[in-house]
T-cell receptor, first 111, second 119 residues
């Protein structure tokens, strides 16, 4: 399984764009990159998934360079309610362990 | 219900006791997962069901842990002879497809978890 590395914590202010970068140097050809968000006392919630280049949905954008060894989750104009832990995961086909969570990035949005 | 439901939300027990945690997945979801989350850590995989069968139980820490899903819907995680180290939040997740489909969508739907405290 590809190992991921992401910052332990980040602070931001309301209204700013936040970019969280995840490194996954040994990602395999068939692997996908997925991000989850987790609020206190709740289960993780799927945000976005991508394979290459850029993916955008109503919540976030995911940027993946050509070598796919890293990815960046971009949250536009964050609000206080975006304070949460964000997990970067590598999806490998054929194994339920493909959802292997690291420790995530604690994002704190300040007023 | 609309989402994954887990009961109880909180369980306090004494060391050595037996505990059952229940998960009601989203209706129609064939895949069901159990995870365990300790404070400050990400969720840790325990077991995966496809239908009624445990397709992958390699994450169960030892033989005190067991899970069933007899009718392919509700699942129960059973912990025998609980230890203080078992204290954690136990998360259940479901998906409309099994792991073979997860290569192109990594979306699992998680419940709010059952917080287990072993005194």
């Amino acid at each position: 399984l590809a190992k991921t590395t992401q910052p332990i914590s980040m602070d931001s202010y309301e209204g700013q764009e936040v970019n969280i970068t995840c490194s996954h140097n040994n990602i395999a050809t068939n692997d996908y990159i997925t991000w989850y968000q987790q609020f206190p006392s709740q289960g993780p919630r799927f945000i976005i998934q991508g394979y290459k280049t850029k993916v955008t949905n109503e919540v976030a954008s995911l940027f993946i360079p050509a070598d796919r060894k890293s990815s960046t989750l971009s949250l536009p104009r964050v609000s206080l309610s975006d304070t949460a832990v964000y997990y970067c995961l590598i999806i490998s086909s054929g194994s339920a362990r493909q959802l292997t969570f690291g420790s995530g990035t604690q994002l704190t949005v300040l007023p | 219900g609309a989402g994954v439901s887990q009961t109880p939300s909180n369980k306090v027990t004494e060391k050595g006791k037996y505990v059952e945690l229940r998960c009601d997945p989203i209706s129609g979801h064939t895949a069901l997962y159990w995870y365990r989350q300790s404070l400050g850590q990400g969720p840790e995989f325990l077991i995966y069901f496809q239908g009624t069968g445990a397709a992958d139980d390699s994450g169960l820490p030892n033989d005190r842990f067991f899970a069933v899903r007899p009718e392919g819907s509700v699942s129960t995680l059973k912990i025998q002879r609980t230890e203080r180290g078992d204290s954690a939040v136990y998360l259940c997740a479901s998906s409309p497809r099994g792991r073979e489909g997860l290569s192109n969508t990594g979306e699992l739907f998680f419940g709010e978890g059952s917080r287990l405290t072993v005194l």
